[in-house]
């Protein structure tokens, strides 16, 4: 299957700043990305749907102004966030959709807000 | 917003074949259905996916109704590696492209 990176897989920050996490496909071109949300023993929360050289789509419900969203190129997806506070402490987990319906999905990025 | 609804867990023993099955009453005409298994701590990974009738592969096969609103994840002898959480996903009818989780299936393989 195609191989999707995320990094860092781990950050803790302080509440206040922003962090930014990477998500790039490696053998794939992903026209479309997206960015779930995973609390713990809960299922994956679809955040944004991110496509190359226009601007994300929010689900209703997620800030818009505090997930950034950059999707620059094909092989590439960033989401910010911004003024990061304990409540925005979860998983967060990438993807890229191959093909009109197979995502393959990262390793995830664990955030702890202090 | 899911459009799959599965059983919250199954229970299995080491060895025996194990069959999970997702209602998708409402898919669509161009939809596919893709299974995904996921560990604590890491992302979704994709086991198969299918359109209709049977699909197999090296890990598992997948079982579509001609009707296609249902679809059983036929994964067999199982192993205690095979503890997880089992998602299937369908597209969204109204939003192309989009996918939404549903509970998924919390697998656990006994000795």
């Known amino acids: 299957g195609a191989v999707v990176s995320q990094h860092p897989s781990r950050v803790i920050c302080k509440s206040g700043t922003s962090v930014k996490i990477e998500c790039r496909s490696l053998d794939f071109q992903a026209t479309t990305m997206f960015w779930y949300r995973q609390f713990p023993k809960k299922s994956l929360m679809l955040m944004a749907t991110?496509?190359?050289?226009?601007?994300?789509?929010?689900e209703q419900g997620v800030e818009k102004d505090k997930f950034l969203i950059n999707h620059a190129s094909l092989t590439l997806s960033t989401l910010t966030v911004t003024s990061a506070h304990p409540e925005d402490s979860s998983f967060y987990i990438c993807s890229g959709l191959a093909g009109a319906d197979t995502q393959y999905f990262g390793p995830g990025t664990r955030l702890t807000v202090l | 917003l899911a459009k799959t609804t599965q059983p919250i867990s199954m229970d299995s023993y080491e060895g025996q074949e194990v069959n999970i099955t997702c209602s998708h009453n409402n898919i669509a005409t161009n939809d596919y259905i893709t299974w995904y298994q996921q560990f604590p701590s890491q992302g979704p990974r994709f086991i198969i996916q299918g359109y209709k009738t049977k699909v197999t592969n090296e890990v598992a096969s997948l079982f579509i109704p001609a009707d296609r609103k249902s679809s059983t994840l036929s994964l067999p002898r199982v192993s205690l590696s095979d503890t997880a959480v089992y998602y299937c996903l369908v597209g969204d009818e109204v939003n192309f492209n989009k996918f939404y989780f549903g509970s998924g299936t919390k697998l656990n393989v006994k000795p």
């Open positions: 991110s496509n190359e050289g226009s601007k994300a789509t929010y």
